[in-house]
């Protein structure tokens, strides 16, 4: 006789699979009248062009004056920043000292700015110099013995930084918002991002998962990172690499300035709200592409790009339902130059643009023109 495991399993699912499946339709939920709107592609497209720079903010001056890596890291994480985080940690420190009584707490002075950007660059020098405890980073055991961390500051003194560290004060701090304790820091350097820098033409909207091990009701599961939590933040980022703006996942049906677990068409619109009207050409990937966002964004003078599920609401019935053979393709367009496309290669591979019609280019296998580099011809 087999006798069946009597341990408990559970899957965690983050809330992105959830999201996915509460946006998305299924294909027998669209409407059929909505595929009347659709017609063979005639590459009839809305004439959108870019009427922007891009590049290097060239009116901030004081770019041209940094020298060293740091220079460009105080541009975004500027003095008044560092004197917020100041000011907020001794009122913190206040706050405890007064509902606590210990010979710890007694040691405790006023932080400056100065001193905090010290903090900072501790930790971060930390994350590159990996020890398995705090106090390791101070001893003087041979197998240790750093002496940087002890000409920056002691370790007490550390240790009673990080216990205080603030960005807002907590009996000021809104209970809806779950940003709340960091709201200041998130919309300085939000600013200071598109301060400095103009996006090129063709930007990307995705997301990045931050590892997070503390506390939050909004931190996801991360799978890939060996069974860790992180916290989700969409961005919207320029061809160099450069994140041009973002806003942080804070959960479902949170009534927040955030993004808080709406359609993925808001949270584009949101990254994108300082840029429509120029020209730019937005690409996605399949979780934020539809053919309601590709109208919005037409309204607004710009482009979007990007793979598409089959069960979007609004995508042309026959386009989806049609069985290809690899090499075939099949697209339609509506009156308002949206092009949905299907491409069968090893597998269907649906597409929604509002700048591209539907002809294909050939290429050469990537094999065959490595060869052909190789030799020179």
Known sequence: MIRASTVRRRRIESDSETEAEDSDNNEDDIPEE????????????????????????AYQSEIFACTEPHDFYFLFVTDEIFEIIAKQTNIYATQRKSELQSHRLDQWYETNANEIKRFFGLIIWMG?????KIELYWS????????LPRTIMPRNRFELLLRFIHFSNNEENDPKNRLSKVAHIIDHLNSNFKKYYKPDEILCVDESLVPFRGRIVFRQYIKQKRHRYGIKVFKLCSGPGYTYSFRIY????????????????EIVMALCQDILGKGHTICTDNWYTSVDLAEKLIDM??????????????????????????????ARENKNGVTVLKWKDKRDVLMLSTKHSAEMTTIQKKKLFKRKAKNGS
Do not use: C
């Open 34 to 57: 909505l595929d009347v709107n659709w017609r063979i592609p005639l590459g009839n497209k809305t004439n959108i062009t870019f009427s922007d720079s891009s590049g290097i903010n």
């Open 301 to 330: 003078h710009t482009h979007l790009l990007g793979t598409l599920r089959k069960n979007r609401r609004g995508n042309p019935k026959e386009v989806v339902a049609q069985k290809l053979k690899r090499g075939d393709v099949i």
């Open 128 to 132: 590159l110099v990996r020890l398995p």
């Open 250 to 265: 804070t959960g479902k049906g949170e009534n927040t300035n955030e993004i808080s677990g709406n359609k993925s068409t």
């Open 140 to 147: 003087t055991y041979e197998g240790y013995n750093l002496t």
